[in-house]
């Protein structure tokens, strides 16, 4: 299992007994933030990390077991981090390719989520400008191997893409 506090400051567990870690091992080029509005939650929700300095930056998750099915879930809360007022959409990609338009809101969380084989023992996952006025940012980042035989399909479904879910966090 692998937690990622995006922006956060320092390793901890959460009410839940999971184990977050800071994002500094996954990602090379970013700046981060506190999130606005959020106080009282565990602080792996009081933080993000957001990419003005790039088109496209990527989370890269090493020594996943190729060819087993993983949960990745991104998390997105833009909480007017930047004073703007003006939720940005970005693209959410992975491993290289468009997985899904982000559009994110100043009062409410996203997620979202796949579940996937990977070809190779990494995962990468981005976010990348569709607009010089809109920054990307990311909230947190969720990577769980899956136990064979969880999510077996008819052999009808695409491997590479996986089944997606998205949402909204309540």
Known sequence: FLSIDCG?????????GINWVVDD???KTREATQ????????PEFNSLRYFSAQKKSCYVIPGVATGRKHMVRASFFYGNYDGKSSSPSFDLQFDGNYWVDV????????YRE????PNKNKISVCV???SPDQ???????????????????NGTEKEQGGLRSEGLCQ
Do not use: C, K
């Not at 606005?36 to 565990?42: I, S």
């Not at 064979?148 to 399909?153: L, N, Q, R, S, V």
């Open 35 to 42: 999130v606005r509005n959020r106080g009282g939650y565990d």
């Open 103 to 110: 559009v994110t809101s100043s009062s409410e969380s996203y």
């Open 8 to 16: 956060g400051t320092a390793n901890h567990t959460d009410r839940l």
């Open 114 to 117: 796949v579940i996937y084989a």
């Open 135 to 153: 920054i990307p940012f990311i909230f947190t980042l969720v990577v769980r191997e899956l136990e064979t035989g969880m999510y077996e399909t």
């Open 128 to 130: 990348a400008w569709t």
């Open 25 to 27: 091992g996954y990602i």
